[in-house]
């Protein structure tokens, strides 16, 4: 049996994972994520590509290290994980009334021999414009403080979200087609799982 090793500490990405039948070890990288002067879907694939490595190297024989990252962007512009409630309001009122782009990049690594994959997934979603209670009372819930961009769209702010141009469970953390893609083409097989 092929293990499959999570480079990330993200409780959605394990649960997603979880989802579509694949047992996972949780191994969190200790990777720092840096401002690099990249545009943003090199910026993610290379932040996943840096997870995975760093966890990969701590372990041999069969297996394979998925490493993910994912933005936010609007207009060029990355947002991260809010560093307190008034950056999290910045952000929301930023983000509310437009579309904006969420950018997973991924990296699968096989043990075996260190045969590296990237790519990257992007999901275009529109907030609907947001009235500064509806804000307030959001970040009042804590959900947004550990969330890219403020938001969980598998949370309370669904009701933000009228539209989602692409794979969902990007915008949750981790696509899901594209990463089985990547796994087949690195020599995963389901028999495997």
Not at 147 to 161: D, E, L, P, T
Request: glycine share 10%.
């Amino acid at each position: 049996m092929s293990r499959i090793i999570l480079a990330s500490a993200s409780p959605r990405r394990r649960e997603l994972l979880a989802q579509i039948g694949l047992k996972c070890e949780v191994v969190p990288s200790d990777v720092v994520e840096e401002a690099q002067a990249l545009a943003p879907e090199e910026l993610a694939e290379h932040l996943a590509v840096l997870k995975a490595q760093d966890v990969a190297g701590s372990f041999t024989g069969e297996g394979y290290v998925i490493g993910a990252d994912t933005l936010v962007v609007l207009d060029g512009v990355i947002y991260g994980k809010p560093v307190d409630r008034k950056d999290a309001r910045r952000m929301l009122l930023h983000l509310q009334g437009r579309e904006h782009q969420v950018i997973t990049g991924l990296a699968v690594i096989r043990l075996a021999d260190g045969k590296l994959l990237r790519g990257h997934e992007i999901t275009r979603v529109s907030i609907r414009p947001l009235n500064i209670g509806e804000i307030e009372a959001y970040i009042a819930t804590g959900e947004p403080m550990d969330k890219a961009g403020a938001y969980a769209v598998q949370g309370r702010a669904a009701m933000f979200i009228p539209r989602i141009n692409g794979c969902y469970f990007n915008v949750v953390g981790l696509p899901l087609a594209r990463l089985m893609d990547m796994l087949n083409a690195a020599g995963w097989s389901a028999g495997h799982a």
